[in-house]
Nanobody, 120 residues
Framework: QVQLVESGGGSVQAGGSLRLSCLASASTFIPNTMGWYRRCPGKQRELVADVHSSGSETYAYGMKGRFTIFRDNAKNTVFLQMNSLKPEDTAVYYC??????????????WGPGTQVNVSS
């Protein structure tokens, strides 16, 4: 069973930086897309950024420039470097991964979430 293990959340002042990491634990797991979503207080979960195994990246509007996503395919790990953090970036950040199973179906996996608090 695939588990996504997140780390790197915490509290920081506005303007600061954090780097989130997510490891997909199963050794035989080959992720198709890995990425990060977040749920801000009182809002629905939204995409932050994701990266395909080909290296193609997608960022939500307003994220690119402050946030950078990158992955280490050899280690099944995806990172989110967050710079110039703002109080409105306060959220629970969730790691996401998907892959095609033996039947060709796209299967989704989620991490438990890591809290990021940005104070003004």
């Amino acid at each position: 069973q695939v588990q996504l293990v997140e780390s790197g959340g915490g509290s920081v002042q506005a303007g600061g930086s954090l780097r989130l990491s997510c490891l997909a634990s199963a050794s035989t797991f080959i992720p198709n897309t890995m990425g990060w979503y977040r749920r801000c207080p009182g809002k629905q979960r939204e995409l932050v950024a994701d990266v395909h195994s080909s290296g193609s990246e997608t960022y939500a509007y307003g994220m690119k420039g402050r946030f950078t996503i990158f992955r280490d395919n050899a280690k099944n790990t995806v990172f989110l470097q967050m710079n110039s953090l703002k109080p409105e970036d306060t959220a629970v950040y969730y790691c996401y991964a998907d892959h095609f199973d033996e039947h060709g179906y796209l299967v989704h996996f989620w991490g438990p979430g890591t809290q990021v608090n940005v104070s003004s």
